[in-house]
């Protein structure tokens, strides 16, 4: 009764391992159901070789069974060792070529095996025991089967200690795994070595077959019980520890089986609590999340969670964890925090709204076009500025067709691309009922995100009342020169009469004192018409606007025949009036008339710390007495007109200009003018 009993045990151990193994088998998709199916196949053999060995007493039938039996033993422990590796998320370790090394011995042990009839390296001695109530197999052990038993069990201890001390610090819900596989490896061993040391109820019996049957139900337990292979219970890497998205696994059951640090602290709970319990109590206090949760595959929705300065948003979906054949074994639910991207877009539309409120609500004309010069965008005061209907229908409008003179478009574009940025640009439109407008336009290129230029933006301001009140101020100014010309003319005529009949007079009553009151009256009457003439040099003072002018240029026309002159401003341009000439020849002047002992001239420039430039024209003659150096610029000082260095002061403090003298008396005069940092300018920029 007890030998049939035990026969049967031994089927039904391999019978289990079996189950077990087509078990994995439909589900090796999953990475730790191969090694483990292929370590359940190969455990099967020892079971039911050893139940068919024990119904045998044929001696060549049991070494013939032993032979099968060790196809599959040699291959157990470095089946286990791979299980072991994969089941820990090591598999990197054995990859490739680096797992043939773990084959050869077993290998070899194979080929012993199959060849034990021809030499005694395997096992010899073989005898037929049947004193007891089994027919055993005795044989004496050789020195191959000697390295297998010592291989097999170096191996299955580095198992026991990889599972023991790789990522010790897992949760509770997968150390019950882990005390299952523990104790599932340790059984065969400890049977492996209790028949070794011949401690078997009966002799001859081993009881690892036993084991592996208690093996395969222990199995059992942790794949259909603990889901080892419904969610694979991986080592947790730190990728997805230190994710800053809160990530949650939800069994088919409804458990909470994993979850990272993220959503431990969103949720507020403890992992060692939620990990197996049920997610509707996990997720109890957080409602969206929990129905989120409960969603089908593929749904994806916004979330709020939180109050006041506490919410927070979260870009929520939720996703079937399925093997490769297509079975549910559980969900992924992620949360990604966008409460800065919302805050952000907040941001953003508060500032777009202003932006759209400046652009419909202002004044001056906005507009964008692309690089071939349409319009693409226009604010709607450039629809009431231009005359047309509304601003859509302005857009896809060729901006060169608003202009009187298409081609300055292209000179427009030309100053744009030397300076980058032009600002205060005349131009002059045409509307769409064919009405002018004296316009300024300040403009730039404006980028995409790139960097690459994709067109043009800027402001118009309408000028027209200024320009047209410009020119009735030009107008009035010009009939005031005319008339004024008329009376300088008709005045100096007169003058030249009474000039004249005084020098008669003078000649007429040489002698005193009629005639020291005739030279009086002569030098009077001659002031007065230097005066006069005087003013027909300066009747446009101020009346243009200023411009921006080359200083060699301007040095060159007001020079000319007059002393050598060492110029050293080229490419200096500054914003002056226009009058700039005559700055320049009223100081010539003054150098000839006063500098007695000058030879030559030398101009030159030097930069300020504070940005403003100096522009320095200096003399070799007498120069200035220190006590005339502020004097000389007041109206009417001087041995000539007295009017020269003052209006060459008046004409430069137009655009803010300074003059000063500062030369050293003896040596030379050196008159240095301060020009504003916002005056001046070089280069390419100069005209």
């Not at 024209?617 to 004097?631: M, Q, S, T």
């Given at each position: ?589 003054n150098t000839v008339r006063h500098g007695e002992s000058a030879t030559r001239i030398h101009v030159r420039y030097r930069p300020e710390e ?29 041995k000539n007109t007295g009017f020269g260095l003052f209006l060459i002061r008046e004409i430069l403090a137009i655009t803010g200009i300074t ?29």
């Open positions: 009764m007890i030998p049939t009993l035990l026969i049967g045990l031994l089927f039904l151990a391999g019978g289990v391992l079996i189950a077990l193994a087509l078990y994995c088998h439909e589900h090796r998709d999953v990475a730790v159901a191969r090694p483990l199916g292929l370590l359940l196949l190969c455990a099967a053999f020892l079971p039911i070789t050893h139940a068919l060995n024990l119904m045998t007493t044929t001696l060549w039938l049991k070494i013939f069974l032993l032979q099968i039996r060790f196809l599959a033993v040699p291959f157990l422990a470095v089946l286990q060792l791979i299980f072991i590796l994969t089941y820990l998320r090591r598999e990197e370790w054995i990859q490739g070529w680096k797992k043939v090394p773990l084959f050869i011995i077993p290998i070899i042990t194979v080929i012993l095996a199959q060849t034990t009839w021809f030499h005694p390296l395997f096992r010899y001695d073989y005898l037929v025991d049947l004193s007891g109530p089994l027919p055993i197999l005795n044989f004496t052990n050789g020195i191959g089967f000697q390295v297998h038993v010592a291989y097999s069990h170096i191996l299955l201890i580095a198992s026991l200690l990889l599972l023991i001390f790789v990522q010790p610090e897992i949760h509770a819900f997968y150390r019950r795994q882990r005390l299952l596989l523990l104790a599932a490896l340790l059984l065969p061993l400890l049977c492996d070595v209790q028949y070794q040391l011949d401690l078997t109820p009966y002799p001859g019996l081993t009881l690892t077959p036993f084991a592996l049957m208690l093996t395969g139900l222990l199995f059992v337990e942790a794949t259909l019980r603990q889901g080892l292979l419904e969610v694979a219970p991986v080592a947790r890497g730190k990728v997805i520890e230190e994710m800053s998205s809160p990530m949650m696994v939800i069994d088919t059951r409804g458990r909470m089986t994993d979850m990272n640090a993220a959503a431990v602290r969103l949720l507020g709970t403890v992992r060692d609590d939620a990990i197996g319990s049920p997610a509707d109590s996990v997720l109890a206090d957080h409602p969206s999340v929990l129905a989120l949760a409960q969603a089908a595959s593929g749904n994806h929705r916004e979330i709020v969670l939180g109050e006041g300065a506490q919410r927070q948003f979260f870009d929520a979906a939720v996703d079937d964890l399925r093997t490769g054949s297509g079975a549910v074994i559980g969900k992924l639910v992620l949360l990604q925090n966008t409460t800065e991207r919302k805050q952000a877009e907040e941001a953003l539309r508060e500032s777009e709204k202003k932006y759209r409120t400046i652009i419909e609500n202002m004044q001056d004309l906005f507009y964008r076009t692309d690089l071939e010069g349409v319009i693409t965008m226009i604010s709607p005061s450039g629809a009431a500025l231009t005359g047309y209907g509304s601003p859509e229908e302005m857009i896809g409008v060729a901006i060169q067709d608003l202009y009187v003179d298409p081609p300055n478009r292209e000179k427009f574009l030309a100053a744009l691309r030397v300076n980058g940025a032009i600002s205060g640009y005349p131009q002059v439109l045409k509307m769409k009922d064919g009405a002018l407008k004296h316009v300024t336009v300040s403009s730039h290129f404006f980028t995409d995100a790139e960097g690459s230029v994709r067109g043009v933006e800027g402001i118009i301001h309408d000028v027209t009342d200024l320009h047209q009140a410009e020119q009735a101020l030009l107008q009035a100014n010009q009939q005031l020169n005319l008339m004024s010309s008329i009376t300088r003319h008709d005045i100096l005529n007169q003058l030249t009469v009474l000039l004249g009949n005084l020098s008669f007079a003078q000649e007429e009553a040489p002698g005193e004192p009629l005639s020291g009151y005739l030279e009086k009256m002569n030098i009077a009457a001659g002031t007065i018409q230097r005066q006069i003439e005087f003013t027909r040099d300066y009747q446009d003072l101020g009346v243009h606007a200023p411009e921006w002018q080359r200083v060699s240029d301007a040095i060159r026309a007001a020079t000319a025949g007059g002393l050598p002159i060492t110029d050293e401003t080229d490419g200096l341009a500054i914003y002056a009036d226009p009058m700039l000439v005559k700055v320049f020849a009223n100081l010539m002047d504070n940005g403003d430039l100096t522009l320095v024209w200096e003399d070799d003659g007498v120069g200035v007495p220190a006590g005339e150096k502020e004097r000389i610029f007041d109206r009417g000082f001087g003059i000063a003298e500062r030369g050293e008396p003896g040596t030379g005069a050196r008159f240095e003018m301060r020009v504003p940092s916002r005056a001046f300018r070089f280069g390419s920029q100069a005209v």
